[in-house]
């Protein structure tokens, strides 16, 4: 569950967590499959585990995450449509003493973590664009679905602004703008909600915008983005 307080021992898949409380300090360790983590905190930490985005699983490269569409989406001249997507999230361990955290352990809930290019090969020695988290995804078309765990649920609104027929096969979200949300000892997870908006054959504006539920509590942003300038949007330059 997300916002659990891990007081002595958890079990998350194959991770083993146990927090051991000593008189002067508290110590954190890991295990999952036979990979073993052990960190030692002063007596005010309070541990706790969060959703978050499936970027860090091994190592932090890109904010970036690129879900492709398990069918394409198709919109009409000047239409609209909403979708939902359920998007792959892994467990963080944070350690908390009052206002101040930090991200202390990462279990990854996925077999899965490939990358991609999203843009253009311009030859065998050089490309352009971001290289992102390759995910997939599936669309749908009602407004009913609940998220899963091991999932974040997000809500999109495809507008397409175009004199033409559009497909949609893909969309790239910036996590460093996109924000999650959950439902304390749940494990119910969102996005804030986002707007595509399709400008031309090729380029497509990604839009981050509101807060999915009243009671959702805000993640709050690892390490790796504080302090980071937010796009207030994300542009999709080479198709969609």
Not at 13 to 18: K, P, T, V, Y
Not at 27 to 48: C, F, I, P, Q, T
Not at 102 to 128: F, Q, W
Request: hydrophobic share 40%; glycine share 4%; proline share 5%.
């Amino acid at each position: 569950m997300y916002g659990l307080i891990v007081k002595n021992h958890l079990e998350v898949g194959d991770a083993s967590i146990i927090v051991e409380r000593f008189e002067n300090h508290l110590k954190y360790w890991r295990s999952m499959k036979g990979d073993v983590k052990e960190v030692l905190l002063d007596r005010n930490a309070v541990v706790e585990t969060r959703p978050i985005y499936s970027l860090f699983y091994p190592s932090y490269v890109t904010g970036y995450t690129l879900v492709s569409f398990s069918k394409p989406v198709v919109l009409s001249p000047k239409s609209f449509m909403r979708i939902q997507l359920r998007l792959p999230v892994d467990l963080a361990i944070y350690a908390y003493s009052g206002d101040f955290y930090r991200m202390i352990d990462l279990i990854p809930l996925h077999s899965n973590y490939k990358y991609a290019l999203y843009g253009p090969v311009i030859s065998s020695v050089e490309a352009t664009g971001y290289i992102a988290r390759l995910v997939k995804g599936e669309p749908i078309a009602e407004n009913t679905a609940e998220p899963l765990e091991k999932h974040c649920l997000t809500r999109v609104l495809i507008v397409n602004k175009t004199q033409d027929f559009a497909s949609v096969s893909k969309i790239l979200l910036d996590a460093k703008p996109l924000k999650i949300f959950y439902v304390p000892e749940t494990w119910k997870c969102y996005t804030q909600d986002i707007k595509m908006v399709i400008n031309s054959r090729d380029h497509a504006s990604i839009l981050y915008e509101e807060k999915p539920c009243m009671d959702c509590v805000e993640l709050e942003e690892p390490e790796e983005f504080r302090g980071m300038l937010r796009a207030l949007s994300t542009e999709m330059l080479w198709g969609y």
